[in-house]
């Protein structure tokens, strides 16, 4: 199974602040990873795929990059919106596996 | 309205059985692969099973194969998962979601229900 070490695994800042989360993969998945935002008590909502695609409606301030095996999020200009807690996923083979999930919080 | 609705999450015993549904609406619902993924506290995100657009393909987690039962009927825009034997480490909540792009397996999920609980306890 694809191993996906997401951190940190909590964060705090400031409004306007940029923050960034690392996805690392115990293999190469060239660039088949996606990132969700899961606030509580709602679904799960894909921001980015194939690792730098921002999906339709999504804020330009989120951000994706990377590929092989590490892989970057970042969210510029934070919100008090984007309270959260942020998941990275790698679709390049079954079993699908998800990243730890980071927790953003606003200072 | 674009949306999956789950339900049939409930408390059981450990050894139980459960059905789990999920109803799809405003999109094709027969053109696109759908999965089942939980939450816990303990473990996170996990993956759980897949099925294909004509049901002629599943995948499981190996924690719940043999134990879990995808199914789904586009007939109803339907998808189903059958719990099984179930045990304390299955506890948590269960969504339904879609894949991106139709008749694809390895592919984002856009659209994703809230979830419905299972909790396994005596």
């Known amino acids: 199974d694809i191993q996906m070490t997401q951190s940190p695994s909590s964060l705090s800042a400031s409004v306007g602040d940029t923050i960034t989360i690392t996805c690392r993969a115990s293999q190469d998945i060239s660039n088949y990873v996606s990132w969700y935002q899961k606030k509580s008590g709602k679904a799960p909502k894909l921001l980015i795929s194939d690792a730098s695609t921002l999906e339709s409606g999504v804020p330009r301030r989120f951000r994706g990059g990377g590929s092989g095996t590490e892989f970057t999020f970042a969210i510029t200009a934070l919100q008090p919106e984007d309270v959260a807690t942020y998941f990275c996923?790698?679709?390049?083979?079954?079993?699908?596996?998800f990243g730890g999930g980071t927790k953003v919080q606003i200072e | 309205e674009v949306q999956l609705l789950e339900s049939g999450g409930d408390l059981v015993q450990p050894g139980g059985s459960l059905r789990l549904s999920c109803v799809a609406s405003g999109f094709l619902f027969l053109d696109y692969t759908m999965t089942w993924v939980r939450q816990s506290p303990e473990k996170g995100l996990e993956w759980v099973a897949s099925i294909s657009h004509d049901a002629s393909r599943t995948h499981y987690a190996d924690s719940v194969r043999g134990r879990f039962t995808v199914s789904r009927d586009n007939s109803q825009n339907a998808v189903f998962l059958q719990l099984n034997r179930l045990r304390g480490d299955d506890t948590a909540l269960y969504f339904c979601a879609k894949s991106q792009l139709a008749r694809r397996l390895f592919d984002p999920w856009d659209l994703w229900g809230q979830g419905t609980p299972v909790t396994v306890s005596s």
């Open positions: 996923q790698q679709s390049d083979s079954l079993p699908f596996t």
